[in-house]
């Protein structure tokens, strides 16, 4: 992970980067992770890329269970599924890059 600021791992500002993906913008947050836009730039393309919450990121458990959950719909074909495009990890920080709607690339 390489940002302009000195953050926490898992804590992003505007013109963020993460494993090929540079972050713009925080489109959510919830109890275990934060939904940014991003653009992935190996692609050129916008994804929403979901990062487990670093207060988390270190509870073996829960990390297991992310990476679980961020599997399974990879490996279903199904229209109603949103698509992962790649789960991984980066300097510590668990994340999941998907599509997203058209109005989330369009928000500032």
Known sequence: M????????G???ADSRIA??????????GGTA????????????????KILAPTLAGDD?????FIRES???????QPKL??????????GVLFVAMRTSTAATLAP
């Open 2 to 9: 390489s940002d302009k600021t000195s953050q926490a791992p």
């Open 71 to 77: 599997r399974a719909p990879a490996a279903v074909d």
């Open 34 to 49: 934060a939904v940014f836009r991003a653009l992935d730039t190996r692609l050129n393309c916008w994804v929403a890329l």
């Open 20 to 29: 090929g993906y540079e972050i713009p913008a925080e489109i959510g947050r």
């Open 82 to 91: 949103i698509p992962v495009f790649e789960a991984g990890e980066a300097s």
């Open 11 to 13: 804590e992003f500002a």
């Open 61 to 65: 458990a829960f990390r297991r269970r």
